[in-house]
């Protein structure tokens, strides 16, 4: 189905799973995920505040109405692209790209989770190669962060693995507690030097009006 907003077209497809804008008919393929996905074994995975801390009817709820709010929230300042993760066909979790000043600066952050289903089968690595792909190929990135707490070994594996580089630490709450976050970067470089060639972009470069981003493809050597 063709939606007359672009970023719910654009599709990054691996061989393992898609990355499709998150349209309200995926969201809702989602919702029970995110029912039964509530966090509830240390070591805690997501800073203050966030939905899947919480087990109440209100709980889906507070989560689609901070992806509808972040869809709305685009300008060429500040912007935040939702994916529905695809195994199969099956919605598996989420991969969002977030960025700031990107046609001055041209960097990236992202977020993502698995449903507890669908953890250990790298899947979480291979969401990531697809984002970044759509970041560096698609969107022309000069630089990608993420961070994760000290002790989220899966997610700074991934991160590793990627070829990010550590870029130092900072603070965070979870549950109410402070705690460490490591901080990683990588550049457009590192990332050309193990760059795939099975990753396939589609709709991407109709969404560059709506980013505020030259309408002309965005890859370059």
Partial sequence: MAHTYPPLNAEVRTPRLTLAGASDDLLERLVPLVRAGVADAEPWPFDDPISFYSDSP???WQWLRAVWAGR???SPDAWRLYFAVLVDGE?????DLVARRFARFGTVSSFSWLA?????RGLGREMRAAILH?????LGAREAGSDAFVD????NRISRRLGYEPNGTDWDTRRGEPARIQQWRLTRDAWERTRRDDIELTGVTECLPVLGLP???RDTP
């Fill in 58 to 60: 209100e709980r889906e």
């Fill in 72 to 74: 709305a929230r685009v």
């Fill in 91 to 95: 919605p598996v979790g989420m991969q």
């Fill in 116 to 120: 507890p289903g669908s953890r250990g």
């Fill in 134 to 138: 759509l970041a560096f190929a698609g």
């Fill in 152 to 155: 989220n070994e899966a997610s």
């Fill in 215 to 217: 309408a002309v493809r």
